[in-house]
Structure formats: C-alpha cells, structure tokens
C-alpha cells in the first residue's frame, strides 16, 4: 500500500481522507503491518483494484493425491 500511495503522489493525510481511514492508523499499517481487514480493503481500493485483491485469494486448484492423479489412470 506504500508503494502505491507514494507512487500515486498521496500523502498519508491525503490517502486517509479519500479513504475514511485514520492516518495515524495509515502510519502504523505501513511501519508494522498491523491493520484490520475491513480498513486494508478500503486502503487498497483507493490504491489498486479490488479485483486484483479478489485474484489473490482464489482458491487453488486441488493439488493430485497420488502418482495415479498425476498420470491420470
């Protein structure tokens, strides 16, 4: 979220407003990476979109159980 923020020009204050999320809280998400996911979520829909947030908590697919699976017999 740093990243992003500072790569789109947004100071914490500024970040904070467009998001609702206090900047105090903004400072200490990105010194200790301690946030709750509801305020994560509204950091990241500000800065990125909630689609690639989506793509990465898509289940896998199962993984084979045995070499059987694997080549497919």
Not at 1 to 18: D, H, N, P, T, Y
Not at 19 to 29: E, G, L, R
Not at 50 to 68: G, M, T, W
């Amino acid at each position: 979220v740093r990243r992003k923020r500072k790569q789109m020009k947004l100071s914490r204050a500024a970040l904070a407003e467009k998001s609702t999320v206090p900047a105090p809280t903004i400072k200490k998400f990105e010194t200790t990476g301690q946030i709750s996911l509801r305020q994560f979520i509204l950091l990241w829909q500000c800065v990125d979109e909630l689609e690639r947030l989506a793509a990465l908590c898509k289940p896998q697919p199962a993984k084979p159980r045995s070499i059987d699976e694997v080549l497919g017999l």
